[in-house]
Every structure is written in structure tokens, then in C-alpha cells.
């Protein structure tokens, strides 16, 4: 990272003292926006323009650019069904044939130009639009992590203020050191990060909020999304990072998708007795059932126009009928979309 990047970061209050693993807190608050802006409810004392208004805080406010996931690359494929997705949803998406999808793979915070190789770049996310048979779609986010560094919208804000708070000059302890060492899955998160992958195509990516599934005779299954690669999860060495460019994820999927198409299997993980529904902060155990909805493929990569970029919307809460939200952060989260996507197009 060179001395102007890092000036470029310092200008936006990011905190590059804090001795935490490579992977960087900003990795932790670009995540957590993924999964957190939210309304003014009953729970939640944040307003959708105060938490847009904090992520700018800290990463800066960028032209034509999205507030978060900034930087990434739109791919286009399909997604069939297994039949093994009707045991659990009645769902459109999950009972039809082959339909078209629309992905977006894409580095974290709300910088277009942050290096792949640098921590805070890191975990990735991978958007989804299904397009329905009936000119509706459906929308889901995940990223790279298994996992969410807080519970509440609130916590969120509260977070990111305090790393716009902890620039190089803070005092220590910083306001972000003061946050971590007072919430221990949020600093668990920003030093568990997996190494940069050989391709956004060589993750495997996590759906950290609930929904609430409807299947036959109106059976509800509480689940969470997870999607991993047919051929398995690969990581550079920190040789190869060294040697890597900056923009090498976008580079590598571009000769990739050339060579052959890229395939995912799409999993339902099923809560069970115990598990925290509506607290993303909290993963389920890996020895819950997951089962198979469907093969995602990826076979070409889009125009990826500016115009096609502020076009694309991924919202969570776009959803077709026999799925619900089952959680209050993606509730709140979806009524900073329109805040943010008419700053972006303006």
C-alpha cells in the first residue's frame, strides 16, 4: 500500500495504528453496513440518514459510487433448483425450472479504487437478483465470513463513529479500541478473516441474517443462506499477495469465466431449538442441516457500464411471496437503500 493510499484512508478518518491482524477493523464496518443501515422502529433509535450519513464518516464520500461494496464486478449465469429446496419453500425461485440471475462480486468499504490485497478490502461480498419467471426478482446479499460483528442497528452506527473517531493521531485507548475490548464478537470478527482468495470465485459466502420460509401446508423453516463452490475454497500464500496487483480479483474472474463456467452450490442452513434467530451477531453451528435449493453458474461477465452499476440494486428485502424477514437489522436495513441509491445517481 503506498504512502498516498494510505494518506488517501488517514483524510477519511481510518484507523491504520490499531494492531490488529492484516485483515483490519475496516473490513468490519464495511460488513456490517451489508448488513445493518436501518429505520427509526421501536428497537431501533438510528435513522436511515444518520447511518448513511456515519458510513460516509469514515470511507469518504465517492462520486457515482455505491456507499458500500463500492468496488466489484457484475457477472451474469442462471440457477436451477434442486428438488430437495420443496421440502422446506414453496417459494417461485426454488420450485420452477431454470432462471436467470444476475451477480456482483465486490470488495468492502465504500473506497472504488481499494486495493484487493490490503485487509481492509476483506471479507468480499457476493450480491444475487434472481429474475422470476412473472418479471419480478428477488434479491440476496453475503459475504465472505460466516458470521456478523454485531447484533443491533444501533451497534452499528455506534461502531462506525468510532472508527471515523480513531485515526492515526487518536488517543489510545481509540474509541474503535474502546468498542472492540468491550464487544468481543465484533473484535473476534475483524481478526478471524480468511487470507485473500485466488479468485472471488474460490469463496465460499454467507448470508448472515434469517429468513422465514413457508413450504407446504404453511410449514415454516427458519434459514440462513450459504454458498460454496463446487470446486472448493483456494487462498494465495503471502508470496503471491505480495506479488499480486490491486485490481487482480476483477483480472483473474475476467480470464476465468473465458476459460469456463464458475458453479456454486446454494444451501439452506436450518435453525433449530436454541439458535438466536434475529441476532446476525451470532452464527449457527456448522452441525446444522443444510439443505440443497439449487446450482447458481456464472457464465459471462456483464457490460459493467457506470450506467449499468447505479441501475443495479441488490435489496434484501426484496422478496418474493413464502419468504419473510426474520430479523430486525435487514428490516431496518432496507429503508437506507433509497437514501443511498439516490446519492449514487445523482
Request: glycine content about 6%; overall charge positive.
Amino acid at each position: 500500500m503506498t504512502t498516498i493510499q494510505k494518506e488517501k484512508f488517514r483524510k477519511q478518518g481510518l484507523h491504520f495504528s490499531y494492531k490488529m491482524k492484516a485483515t483490519g477493523t475496516l473490513a468490519g464496518v464495511f460488513l456490517i453496513l451489508t448488513a445493518a443501515t436501518n429505520a427509526q422502529t421501536q428497537s431501533t433509535q438510528s435513522s436511515p440518514r444518520q447511518m448513511v450519513d456515519a458510513l460516509h464518516s469514515a470511507f469518504g464520500k465517492h462520486p457515482d459510487a455505491r456507499a458500500v461494496h463500492a468496488k466489484g464486478l457484475i457477472l451474469e449465469g442462471n440457477f436451477s433448483p434442486d428438488p430437495m429446496a420443496k421440502s422446506i419453500t414453496q417459494a417461485a425461485p426454488f420450485i420452477g425450472k431454470t432462471i436467470p440471475v444476475t451477480f456482483r462480486f465486490s470488495d468492502f468499504t465504500g473506497i472504488p479504487d481499494i486495493p484487493d490485497t490490503i485487509g481492509a478490502s476483506n471479507p468480499r461480498g457476493l450480491a444475487i437478483k434472481f429474475h422470476l419467471p412473472d418479471n419480478t426478482s428477488m434479491d440476496i446479499v453475503s459475504h465472505s465470513f460466516n458470521g456478523f460483528p454485531v447484533s443491533t442497528t444501533d451497534e452499528f452506527r455506534t461502531f462506525l463513529l468510532a472508527i471515523s473517531k480513531s485515526g492515526p493521531q487518536a488517543a489510545h485507548p481509540s474509541p474503535i479500541e474502546q468498542f472492540l475490548g468491550s464487544h468481543p464478537i465484533a473484535k473476534s470478527f475483524v481478526t478471524s478473516q480468511k487470507p485473500p482468495s485466488v479468485s472471488y470465485a474460490t469463496l465460499s459466502y454467507f448470508g448472515v441474517n434469517a429468513f422465514k420460509f413457508k413450504g407446504k401446508n404453511n410449514a415454516v423453516t427458519y434459514i440462513r443462506y450459504q454458498f460454496i463452490p463446487v470446486n472448493g475454497e483456494e487462498f494465495l500464500s503471502p508470496e503471491q499477495v505480495k506479488n499480486a496487483g490491486p485490481d487482480y480479483l476483477s483480472k483473474e474472474i475476467v480470464k476465468r469465466i473465458a476459460d469456463g463456467p464458475i458453479a456454486y452450490k446454494m444451501y439452506a442452513q436450518i435453525s433449530e431449538a436454541g439458535d438466536k434467530i434475529g441476532d446476525p451477531g451470532i452464527a449457527w453451528p456448522a452441525s446444522r442441516k443444510l439443505v440443497l435449493l439449487g446450482i447458481l453458474t456464472i457464465n459471462q461477465v456483464a457490460d459493467n457500464t457506470m450506467a449499468q452499476d447505479k441501475a443495479m440494486i441488490f435489496n434484501p428485502g426484496n422478496l418474493p411471496v413464502g419468504i419473510e424477514i426474520a430479523d430486525q437489522m435487514l428490516k431496518d436495513r432496507q429503508q437506507a437503500y433509497p437514501i443511498s441509491v439516490a446519492e449514487r445517481r445523482k
